[in-house]
């Protein structure tokens, strides 16, 4: 026996897995990203111990990648795995992140998304929003610090912090990323123009971008970022915020269990 909530705004899914999660052992998430997203962010407020499944319907799917596609037959032999959850802390909120996070270009693609002709879906709609935010993007100047190293000064196109390996269903942006290991992956871009992001782009879809002078790959288990500019900031493909200063990322390992 199951009941379902249809949902008909945004961050009503978040409402009721917060609400119901102490009532049911298995919360399902029916939709994209975006979804899963919000269902994420309402069990780790709850703090139930629910476990979380999806049935992939939406554009991009990424979180979707971990799982096997037979989420019935992971359902009824509760095959289940413990995945780590991002926290990002700003001055105004806490948001959990199920994926990853960025901000600088990622993040503008996810707000251009909505700006993409309907016609366009899945790859069609991300590779749409990626040339409208070839016209404007920002080169933003951050503060930086990694684990327990100094901080440092970096300008960036683009810096993701990434629990899975994809964003924007096809983006590789950290290949190597575990989303069980109790570590983030970061991938850090420098400051670069049009020719170079339309360079870095193919090999970002392959995942062949390791060792390219114009980005670094790292792992952590937490980093600020600091910035003068307000950052608008995507996680899972939502915006979570859109004039965030600094930001306080990092990992809650293995408490998140998933039908996988």
């Given at each position: 026996m199951f009941d379902e909530a249809v949902t008909s705004r945004p961050l009503e899914a978040a409402a009721i897995a917060e609400r119901e999660a102490g009532s049911y052992g298995c919360i399902v998430a029916a939709g994209g990203d975006g979804t899963v997203h919000e269902v994420v962010n309402g069990l780790m407020r709850a703090g139930a111990n629910t476990?979380?499944?999806v049935i992939p319907l939406g554009s991009g799917d990424d979180f979707a990648k971990f799982l096997s596609n037979d989420f019935i037959s992971n359902f009824v032999g509760q095959k289940t795995k413990a995945f780590d959850v991002g926290r990002i802390a700003s001055s105004a909120e806490v948001r959990y992140f199920a994926n990853g996070m960025d901000i600088g270009f990622g993040a503008h693609g996810a707000r251009n998304v909505a700006l993409v002709p309907r016609f366009?879906?899945?790859?069609g709609a991300y590779l749409g929003a990626l040339?409208?935010?070839?016209v404007r993007y920002?080169?933003?100047?951050?503060?930086?610090?990694?684990?327990?190293?100094?901080?440092f000064d970096f300008t960036t196109a683009m810096t993701a912090v990434m629990n899975g390996t994809t964003f924007g269903g096809s983006f590789r942006v950290c290949p190597e990323a575990r989303p069980d290991d109790g570590l983030l992956d970061l991938l850090l871009v420098e400051a670069v123009g049009r020719l170079a992001i339309l360079q870095l782009?193919?090999?970002i879809l392959r995942g062949a971008h390791a060792g390219d002078p114009r980005l670094r790959l790292l792992r952590a288990k937490r980093l600020t970022i600091e910035s003068d500019d307000p950052l608008l900031v995507e996680a899972d493909g939502e915006i979570a915020f859109?004039?965030?200063h600094r930001l306080n990322i990092g990992l809650l390992p293995g408490v998140l269990r998933v039908f996988a």
């Open positions: 476990t979380l499944g366009l879906t899945g790859f040339l409208l935010t070839m920002p080169l933003l100047r951050v503060r930086l610090q990694i684990d327990d190293a100094s901080a782009v193919p090999k859109q004039d965030a």
